[in-house]
């Protein structure tokens, strides 16, 4: 498989660079497959579905081929997942999607620990240590951090803005050791992902060190999070008609974002056969996307802070790599888009556990919030000619290819829950009246020391840390 960049579509590279640099220093830019190819509709098809690790499998392949064998491939696979991902069914066309049955109970350790294991591999052969940077706005820094620690020949240092995660998120930063370690950046979480990237692109500092990135700017990290879309659409595939009386319903996927990168992966998902019909972008009160996609202009702008604090992100990476996969009109096609500020968040916590029993987080509240109004007549009342107001909550105005499925009750929602609901127990208890259970994984956490570092927002002082604490 060859990757290209994001800016510059005349770089050609393999897989092995394109995961170790992480960005291309050169342009800034971020590396992409040149093209996307399909599963086997004989695959697809399977009634029952094929297995989350055998769906891995069959989905990597194609972009390391010539570069890790197969017996390899599946070994990374299976030791990077001795957990799968679980699809819930919440009423008759509601599926939660469970991405939290992980080492650090997020979404993002599908991700990370695919990564790792390939960084790993991959830099058996190479001299020195590879030091991974990483920007984290609540669960990335935690799941790299987990999915790297102790593994030979990798050295993590993750930023995280400073009181504006949640305790638990913080400590599961704060207390790792050995080749991992957090630094508490005074600023917001694009400052943090703005120092990350200005030493990617500092020709001076990579002279000194081998670096690479950990979050959804690597295509490491971004390629196996479209594996959850494809076990979850095949599976709803299969049983949707039992559940809902539907034949044949289309499947939409609701999609809680704030870097974009899972909702890209999701778009790699369909590209590559998942039977997914469209998607709904899902955010907070950092909603340039939503507003990207209803007036065609995209601004960047510093990020606010919300109880969704995961996706409090004002200049979204990935936005790059959706605008060079697809033209707005295709984008307007397939995406509904659809935020919510804090008040509507929390609302939305105790919707859905009034409605379904479910204890959902703050992220996947929005998720469960956008589809209950979608399916429930507002995206009839755009479909009937209703403009709403982009610069409200809600559904923004664009009608998506897949409306007329909505409107004629033939669809059904697969919502993303990104994140257990004991990361966020204080505001899921105000919703819900009740503290969510904390697993023994993060309750265990939370007894260790803190140990991160204090650091200003500042990249001068940043680099001068990296030189003086890295070991070359």
């Known amino acids: ?45 399977k009634n029952p579905e094929p297995s989350f690790r055998d769906i891995a499998f069959n989905m990597a392949k194609p972009y390391v081929e010539n570069e890790i064998p197969d017996e390899d491939l599946m070994a990374i696979i299976c030791d990077a997942y001795p ?12 599926y939660v999607l469970e991405l939290f049955h992980g080492p650090t109970c997020a979404f993002k350790d599908f991700g990370a620990r695919f990564m790792a294991r390939v960084m790993s591999y991959f830099n058996r052969t190479e001299k020195g240590t590879l030091h991974i940077l990483v920007a984290t706005s609540g669960d990335t820094g935690s799941a790299v951090g987990s999915a790297f620690h102790n593994v030979p020949g990798l050295d993590v240092t993750i930023l995280y803005p400073e009181g504006k995660i949640s305790k638990i998120q913080e400590k599961q930063l704060s207390t790792f050791t050995g080749n991992v370690r957090a630094l508490k950046v005074k600023g917001t979480f694009d400052d943090c992902q703005k120092l990350v990237k200005t030493a990617f692109t500092d020709a001076d500092l990579r002279k000194q060190f081998r670096l690479s990135s950990a979050n959804s700017i690597n295509i490491s990290r971004l390629l196996p999070q479209s594996f959850y879309y494809m076990y979850s659409s095949l599976v709803v595939k299969n049983r949707a008609p039992l559940d809902s009386k539907l034949e044949n319903p289309a499947i939409l996927a609701v999609v809680p974002s704030g870097n974009f990168g899972n909702l890209t992966s999701g778009l790699i998902a ?43 992100v004002g200049a979204p990476s990935n ?35 009034t409605k379904t029993g479910y204890t959902i987080d703050p992220h996947g509240a929005i998720g469960w919030k956008a589809w209950d109004d979608i ?54 208890a105000e919703a819900t009246g009740r503290e969510p259970v904390i697993p023994e994984s993060l309750a265990e956490v939370m007894n260790l020391p803190d140990q991160a570092i204090p650091m200003e927002n500042n990249y001068a002082k940043f680099k001068e840390w990296l030189k003086s604490n890295l070991a070359e």
């Open 375 to 428: 399916r429930s007549g507002a995206m009839e009342s755009l479909v009937n000619g209703k403009k709403n107001d982009y610069k409200k909550p809600g559904l923004t105005p664009s009608v998506p290819a897949w409306a007329d499925k909505i409107v004629s009750k033939n669809a059904v929602g697969i919502i993303l829950e990104t994140a257990h609901p004991a990361k966020f127990g204080s505001i899921v």
């Open 319 to 353: 936005y790059e790599r959706i605008k060079t996969m697809y033209s707005l009109e295709q984008v307007r096609s397939m995406f509904a888009s659809y935020w919510l500020d804090n008040e509507g968040i929390k609302e939305a916590i105790t919707d859905c556990n």
């Open 270 to 312: 369909k590209e590559m056969g998942a039977p997914i019909e469209g998607f709904v972008a899902a955010t907070n009160s950092n909603n340039t996307i939503p507003d990207w996609i209803a007036t065609g202009d995209y601004n960047a702008r510093p990020s606010v802070e919300t109880y969704a604090n995961a996706m409090d």
């Open 83 to 94: 957990f799968s991902p679980k699809v819930v069914p919440v009423d008759s066309t509601s």
């Open 1 to 45: 498989m060859i990757y290209t960049d994001t800016r510059d579509s005349s770089v050609k590279t393999d897989f092995r660079t394109a995961v170790m640099n992480g960005m291309n220093s050169a342009t800034g830019g971020l590396y992409i497959p040149v093209s996307f190819p399909k599963l086997d509709s004989s695959f697809i098809n």
